[in-house]
């Protein structure tokens, strides 16, 4: 059964999807958080202590997305009429792609948002993130150490009651919150695909079926039409 008959799609993208344009992966070698000092300023704790350089960093995040084009397998997955896109990243290139309907698990860098007033939206291009009520602007996305939005938990789990076909793209899929993803795929009869360059600890256990190679020539030749 080609993957494009399926009804109710679920499509879970991490930040191997949007390597290929240029955007650092987080884990890993080479990946963001391999940097101690960055692992530490991407945790809550570090907002209390030292907010002007969690902000700062999250801008710089912020200023490297802005006109990066979606790659290959993002355009493939927006050409989808009925795909939920459930996405643990943060740079709004499904959005850019054309996809609709698209979950921000993580939150987003294009909003920023008053932790005083509670004040959110997209902020102008400047050197330096925007402030409001005496203090600097914090980013719109989930940092370590916080919980993931109530609206985001709820559409995913709304989404994930009738899927039927649910892939995984550049990420594992096996570690939280994507591994209780999967469990929810297999209790509802959902076929499972995991698209990765690497296949991680228990996959085999957690997926019907595992292609590894590059997303930009996984997911389009995958969804095609014919």
């Known amino acids: 059964m080609r ?7 679920v499509v879970l993208t991490g930040a191997g999807i949007s390597r ?20 530490v300023l991407s945790h809550v704790d570090a907002l209390a202590t030292r907010r002007d350089d969690v902000c700062a960093m999250f801008w710089r995040f912020r200023s490297a997305i802005r006109g990066v084009e979606p790659t290959a397998a993002h355009r493939a997955l927006a050409a989808l009429p009925n795909a939920t896109i459930i996405t643990q990243n943060v740079d709004g290139l499904h959005q850019a792609a054309g996809s609709r309907d698209v979950i921000e698990y993580h939150g987003t860098l294009a909003r920023w948002r008053c932790d005083g007033c509670g004040r959110s939206g997209e902020p102008p291009d400047a050197a330096a993130p925007p402030s409001c009520c005496g203090t600097v602007m914090r980013p719109d996305a989930v940092l370590f150490g916080e919980m993931i939005p109530a609206d985001a938990e709820h559409r995913a789990k709304r989404a994930l009651r009738d899927v039927d076909l649910f892939v995984a793209v550049g990420t594992s899929g096996t570690v939280a919150p994507a591994a209780g993803f999967v469990r929810s795929a297999e209790y509802v009869g959902a076929r499972r695909v995991l698209i990765n360059l690497e296949e991680h600890d228990d996959a085999h256990e957690l997926f019907d079926e595992i292609h590894l190679g590059e997303a930009d020539e996984l997911v389009p030749r995958l969804f095609a039409r014919s």
């Open 20 to 39: 290929s344009a240029g955007l650092a992966t987080y884990r890993g070698p080479g990946g963001l958080w391999s940097d101690p000092e960055l692992a």
């Open 3 to 9: 993957f494009t008959d399926y009804r109710h799609i």
